[in-house]
């Protein structure tokens, strides 16, 4: 085997339904010979929290190697990792298919689920990732207008943080009772569609839960932006959560309850000849990498598998085939550009960047670092200031680079850059940005 692993990593299935998955020894043997790896290494510290955390469990017990460690803290690293993927993909020297096998992200998550399935979550974390009802109760009209008040009162944030643990200070969404799948509706109209590539020209928008409710203005964009390249573009008729929030949690039973109801809708639309996209890179993570290796027997996860794609990937296919509409009226300027986690791991390169630079007098810096968001991490009370820490050499360039506009592909992560950076007044979507290219 080659040191360090010159091959392109893989990924091997995930045997969660396994009963050697479930076993507590098993797993605390497994984390034992991963975190030693890691001990030896240290490339990852610079990311998030889980490896100075494991770092400092080492070099403060008494023998300063993993096996002064009580497994009894081993949780504590598995607490502070929000599977953004980064190690295996950017990082590690030692993932498959070098001997060591190394899959830090995927150990993390079956930590996760086996202390999901003994202790179950906190009301907290519950309602947090149950997007599906907490969006759909928080956006029932005049419920909406109610909970925006709330959020946006010091008062309501402080009495948010002593009842939830959410902390006052961290950016919440707004939440909007005219949903995306409202707003797009009327807009929708027959076309055609010409396949380029690998492409059909024909896409259904799997709209998410923070599409839906919290930016469905985004969704306005994606119609008018895919529609002016001669896309024929629909909404998925109806969608569950992808279960990404619950993948973080480690509930893996409700992780199969959503892909039981997702799966046969989205297999349907694939067999009409449609691609699929959405507005979120995470949500796009769990079709493209994450359902495939939990079931990688299932025919019609793999069919979705092939046919979902980033919004900008499939820009991009289409420029690459002569069909993509480059007559832009309006520049962008000076663009900070964070290039999200769950987008950098799909080694799909940096698309977003490439289609928004083929505006005129525009230009577009890529920041490859994490933002510290990750959907609940950044807030929690007790992992808001870490959340702050990891995203902190982002907010440093976009300060030093003083933009124009600032862009994520992840609207919490632009949320959060924007609410930490001095010199932006918000930030916005690429697709968004592409519309005011075209003056749309």
């Not at 699929?276 to 796009?284: F, N, Q, R």
């Amino acid at each position: 085997m080659h040191e360090g692993s010159l091959e392109a990593p893989t990924r091997h299935p995930i045997d969660w339904q396994s009963d050697e998955f479930w076993d507590q020894d098993k797993l605390n043997h497994e984390l034992e010979r991963v975190y030693d790896i890691c001990h030896g290494c240290r490339r990852c510290v610079s990311l998030c929290d889980s490896f100075p955390t494991l770092f400092d469990l080492v070099d403060e017990s008494d023998t300063m190697e993993v096996d002064g460690v009580d497994k009894g803290d081993y949780h504590k690293v598995v607490e502070q990792c929000y599977l953004c993927d980064l190690c295996y993909m950017t990082k590690c020297p030692y993932v498959p298919p070098h001997e060591w096998n190394v899959d830090f992200p995927h150990l993390m998550l079956r930590a996760k689920a086996l202390h999901f399935k003994e202790h179950g979550a906190s009301f907290r974390d519950s309602v947090l990732t149950s997007t599906d009802s907490t969006f759909s109760m928080a956006t029932i009209p005049l419920v909406d207008i109610t909970v925006n008040a709330v959020n946006n009162s010091a008062t309501g944030r402080k009495l948010l943080e002593k009842s939830l643990g959410i902390h006052h200070e961290a950016p919440v969404p707004t939440f909007h009772s005219n949903t995306l799948r409202k707003r797009i509706k009327p807009m929708l109209r027959d076309m055609a569609g010409k396949p380029v590539g690998d492409t059909t020209g024909k896409v259904a928008l799997y709209a998410t839960c923070y599409g839906n409710y919290n930016s469905p203005e985004v969704g306005e964009d994606f119609v008018k932006v895919f529609q002016h390249n001669d896309i024929a573009i629909t909404v998925v008729p109806k969608e569950k959560c992808c279960g990404m929030p619950k993948l973080e949690l480690g509930d893996l039973d409700t992780v199969h309850t959503l892909k039981e109801a997702n799966i046969p809708v989205l297999a349907k639309l694939v067999d009409e000849g449609y691609d699929l996209i959405a507005p979120i890179p995470s949500c796009v993570l769990m079709y493209k990498q994450e359902l495939p290796l939990l079931y990688p027997d299932d025919a019609d996860v793999a069919k979705v598998q092939r046919a979902f794609f980033d919004p900008f990937e499939y820009l991009w296919l289409r420029h690459k085939g002569g069909e993509f509409n480059t007559e832009f009226s309006e520049p962008l300027g000076s663009v900070a550009y964070q290039v999200a986690c769950h987008q950098r791991v799909q080694n799909i390169g940096l698309k977003t960047r490439d289609v928004l630079n083929l505006v005129a007098d525009t230009e577009v810096n890529a920041i490859e670092r994490c933002s510290g968001h990750d959907g609940t991490y950044a807030v929690k009370a007790e992992t808001r200031a870490k959340s702050v820490k990891i995203a902190r050499p982002v907010v440093r360039k976009i300060d030093e680079q003083n933009p124009k506009r600032l862009t994520s592909d992840c609207p919490m992560a632009g949320a959060q850059l924007a609410q930490l950076s001095k010199n932006t007044d918000g930030a916005h979507h690429p697709m968004t940005l592409l519309r005011m290219a075209y003056g749309l």
